[in-house]
């Protein structure tokens, strides 16, 4: 990976890329410095308990913390993956937009802008949320009493913290489309590595700080703390391995003759990956896992009570809860790669091209086949996803549990999650694959030479 960089930095419009899209970053990272207007939040944040497993915190880890501190940039993308989810789900749903697709480039724009639309209603529809959520907490200006502002200028400050807000999440997703213009990478996924990264430094301090990481406790922690280096390093070449992935599916193409010229008769394969679905069911698992203790924040639960009950299996720290994820994963596995691959339609386009899986006979026999395929591949790839995403939760209900049986007040909770883990090694691994597809280009020398 450092080789490909080299080497790409090496090369005049590569290098411009480079730099164009670490600009991009640059932005983004001094918009998730700067406050709102009217935002008053102190050095600690919003979030008290910055390991509950609550939609507050998911925010907070997709936005780099953004979110926590009320910045210009707090919603982040996640507006416009949520406009993007939204919008796949309903091309399968409404044959408009699934005929809209299939219209080639044309399609494409009038999908984008039906997803640009989207986004910016969905950036408002949070922003507004947001603001009564610091308003309730008071963590907006207040006046020389120490009170909250009423009337005219509570309706001002509203309106500016909503605008502020919905304009930073425009201002992302114009970034990130100017990445996939003229920068490396996927714009989305790399403003989302970007603010995954900002949070390692947190994540090394908790662990490693002379005065305030674990370490400092003594004991056990000084073999824990390294040990869980050690994890996240073994997690991140598990995922290179998971990625890297793939099953074959063999094809073979029948010779034809068109004009006094034979085409055909080559033998290839149908390439699909283990993880065909990547970080979405875990986004999608977690996300609905986060939402009870997101309303929790909201009511007054009585202590005893069947709803506290209800509440705490959906705490992190509860057994259940990493039952309920892996499953949902599952399900989120399966359903995600419905929406991707059609076996029919890619039996189809076997047929039409004179090709055949040997063994098999042309039409329903060959999409069969590739459904058990893709069945198991789903399953297996799915269960590889779970390991990742489950590893930092097991780990610390494991750990916190032996420790507090020993006498140990505190536990052990690793704040850097399987998804966002996910997240950074993919968005690595693509633009590292897009660097050296774009050098291999300009590197051909053609037949001729």
Known sequence: ??????????????????????????????????????????????????????????????TGNAFNYGTIFAMSITPYINSSIIMQLLAVAIPALERLQKEGEEGRKKIATITRFVTIALALLQSTAYYFYLRNGKYITKTADGTLY???????????IIIMLTAGAALIMWLGERINENGIGNGISMILFAGIVSRIPTLMTQLYSPKHGYIASGGPYYFLSP?????????????VWMDNAERRIPVQYAKRVVGRKMYGGQSTHIPIKVNMSGVMPVIFASSILSLPPTIQMFVNVQSGSGWEKFFKVFSSEHWAYAIIYFVMIIGFAYFYSSIQYNPVEMANNIRKNSG?????????????????????????????LSVVALL???????????????????????????TSIIIMVGVALETVKQLESQMMMRHYKGFLD
């Not at 040990?227 to 995922?239: E, K, N, R, S, T």
């Open 150 to 160: 009423t009337g005219f200028s509570a309706v001002l400050q509203a309106m500016v």
């Open 1 to 62: 990976m450092l080789q490909t960089l080299i080497n790409a930095w090496k090369i005049a419009d590569l290098r411009k890329k480079i730099l164009y899209t670490a600009l991009i970053i640059l932005i983004f990272r001094i918009g998730a410095a700067i406050p709102v207007p009217f935002v008053d939040i102190g050095p600690d944040g919003i979030i008290q308990d910055t390991n509950a497993g609550n939609f507050m915190n998911y925010l907070s880890m997709m």
């Open 227 to 239: 040990f869980v280096g050690v994890l996240l390093l073994l997690m991140i070449a598990f995922i």
């Open 356 to 384: 055949a899986v040997p063994g098999l006979r042309p039409g329903k026999p060959t999409s069969d086949y590739i459904a058990k395929i893709l069945s198991r591949i789903t399953l297996l790839g799915a269960l590889l």
């Open 392 to 418: 930092p939760i097991v780990f610390t209900q494991v750990v916190t549990f032996i420790l507090t049986k020993n006498g140990y007040a505190n536990g052990m909770n690793i704040s850097l999650g399987g």
